[in-house]
């Protein structure tokens, strides 16, 4: 019985300072292509930054990272290189033999869908009879 609970004990331990290790570099990557991606491109307000896929990269010694920019009205995929050591960061399209590695890696943009349920159409400006048989909601984003 002692022997299993110092097996176990120990294999917590290593689970504890194991772990963090290996996060902490994870997050030191990550956390490097967001700072540069926001000190170097300039977003729309509101528009927030999430961290979707880390992996190896086609360049040599870098990670792809994958982060998906979500504004009001869409999401948009967007790939940045970081070295392994979190220093060197390339954001912009990667080509390999003629193709776009990035664009085909990212994927296109998607809109959002928009609950017609969260408009308040009482505040609205409208025009005719609000009894009408047929209602037309114009919606517009200018950003």
């Known amino acids: 019985m002692k022997k299993v609970l110092s097996v176990v004990a120990a294999v917590v331990f290593l689970c504890l300072f194991m772990i963090p290790q290996g996060s902490t570099q994870e997050d030191k990557i990550v956390q490097a292509a967001i700072e540069t991606f926001k000190a170097q491109i300039r977003m729309a307000p509101g528009t927030e930054i ?12 870098f990670y792809t990272v994958k982060l998906l920019l979500s504004g009001i009205d ?4 967007v790939v940045v290189y970081v070295d392994k050591s979190g220093e060197k960061v390339f954001i912009g399209n990667l080509f390999i033999k003629g193709e776009n590695v990035t664009t085909k890696e990212a994927g296109p943009p998607r809109p959002k869908k928009i609950d017609m349920r969260s408009l308040d159409i009482e505040k609205s400006p409208s025009i005719g009879p609000k009894e009408a048989k047929v209602t037309i909601v114009e919606f517009s984003n200018f950003n």
């Open 50 to 61: 999430k961290f979707s896929e880390k992996k190896e990269s086609p360049i040599p010694g």
């Open 74 to 77: 869409k999401d948009i995929p």
